[in-house]
């Protein structure tokens, strides 16, 4: 298997992304929802159209992993939005972060999480901040070992099905 490549995305990979994004959280997770509250969801959370703003958002950054000629996985980081009582508007948050199960466990996925949270402390934010659903227990491990904890849980909405969030959090100091 190649070595996938990691780049920051812009403008032009909107397509890429959308179509990744909507491809991996299937790929993920479409065993656990109705096919009616996944067909809600999907255009929501991976359409083009946010896609693009949130491309233009200049507090926000994307990157794409690559192999064989196509995007394998991404990155989402930017302004923390997690119903937490403690978010400030200087914390940061990786928000989504998906690689295709063929490319799990070969490092991609580590280097993509490595170069997002550096992004975000470049950006000077105070405090990392990451939802995770209650049952990716390797998720939480990783995070765990990166100084990241659970200070507490949301209900995040696919269609009508409420899937139980951890919001995990880590401080400046437990970053240095």
């Keep these: ?57 200049p507090a926000k950054a994307h990157w794409l992993v690559e192999a064989e000629g196509r995007a394998v996985g991404y990155a989402l980081a930017g302004p923390c939005d997690l119903p937490h009582p403690e978010v400030t508007p200087d914390c940061g948050e990786l928000k989504r972060l998906y690689l295709l199960k063929a490319f799990q466990g070969g490092g991609a996925g580590r280097q993509l999480l490595e170069e997002a949270l550096a992004w975000l402390q470049d950006q000077g934010r105070q405090g990392l901040w990451i939802g995770v659903w209650s049952e990716n227990h390797g998720a939480q491990r990783l995070y765990g070992r990166l100084g990241f904890e659970k200070v507490g849980e949301y209900g995040f909405p696919v269609g009508k099905t409420l899937d139980r969030e951890f919001i995990l959090r880590r401080t400046a100091a437990a970053s240095a």
């Design 1 to 57: 298997m190649p070595t996938p490549i990691i780049r920051r995305a812009g403008p032009a990979d909107a397509e890429a992304l959308s179509q990744i994004g909507a491809e991996t959280f299937t790929e993920t997770f479409a065993h656990l929802y109705p096919p009616e509250d996944l067909a809600d969801f999907l255009p929501y959370a991976y359409g083009l159209g946010r896609t693009r703003s949130d491309l233009a958002d």
